[in-house]
């Protein structure tokens, strides 16, 4: 069975702060890789996906995430984050082989200050 | 706009109450999808369904029905509501099951339906 955890529950950063939001998943096999966010009172929405090749994705908004496979990690990065960025953020795993069906982190609630 | 509708936006229910929720989605995908979202859980599955005529539970499953009732929507029936059912739930949708040469592509969402069961 695939599994997804994230580190970080609660964020809290100023404007212009570096963002990252760690990702670990287990899996025994190829994997596809999404962060999801939602913003308040929104759905999901896909921030960035890996399926193969390049291990650094780049998404919407500035944002990037590493697929790093000998940690099982794919953490979310922005240079500089925004109030806008205020939401809440899910990591989510699909094992290559199994089906169309996601497994998502608990997700991060970040907080960003004016 | 296009993508994925879901009713109602908001509910209350009374403990042993039945309700169904319903979805619908106007971009010919094969795959649905319930979830529901609690706070510190992320978005657990409930019930999917690959593709029209197709039904299989997910990770939650008990105190649910799901109907497919054609390609377009897929309903979520509580026989019973419980206090426990008290969440946010999700209908997702996407193309393809298993066409790992398409890249299974992601899940769309729909807004949510807030239930609240007393």
């Known amino acids: 069975a695939q599994s997804v955890s994230q580190h970080n529950h609660h964020v809290i950063l100023s404007e212009a702060a570096s963002l990252e939001l760690g990702c670990n998943y287990s899996?025994?096999?190829?994997?596809?890789l999404f962060w999801y966010v939602q913003y308040p009172g929104q759905h999901l929405q896909l921030l960035l996906k890996y399926f193969s090749g390049d291990p650094l994705v780049k998404g919407i908004k500035g944002f990037e995430a590493e697929f790093i496979k000998s940690k099982f990690s794919f953490n979310l990065r922005k240079p500089s984050v925004q109030w806008s960025d205020t939401a809440e953020y899910f990591c989510?795993?699909?094992?290559?082989?199994?089906?169309?069906?996601?497994?998502f982190g608990g997700g991060t609630r970040l907080m960003v200050k004016p | 706009n296009a993508g994925v509708t879901q009713t109602p936006k908001f509910q209350v229910l009374k403990t042993g109450q039945s309700m169904t929720l319903q979805c619908a989605q106007d971009m010919n995908h094969n795959s649905m999808y319930w979830y529901r979202q609690d706070p510190g859980m992320g978005l657990r599955l409930i019930y999917y369904?690959?593709?029209?005529?197709?039904?299989d539970k997910g990770e939650v499953p008990n105190g649910y029905n799901v109907s497919r009732l054609n390609k377009r929507e897929f309903s979520l029936r509580l026989e019973s509501a419980a206090p426990s059912q008290t969440s946010v739930y999700f209908c997702?949708?996407?193309?393809?099951?298993?066409?790992?040469?398409?890249?299974?592509?992601?899940?769309?969402f729909g807004d949510g339906t807030r239930l609240s069961i007393l």
């Open positions: 989510a795993v699909k094992g290559v082989n199994a089906g169309n069906m996601l497994t």
């Open positions: 369904s690959a593709s029209e005529g197709t039904t």
């Open positions: 899996y025994g096999g190829t994997v596809n």
């Open positions: 997702a949708s996407s193309t393809l099951w298993g066409q790992l040469s398409l890249g299974n592509q992601p899940q769309h």
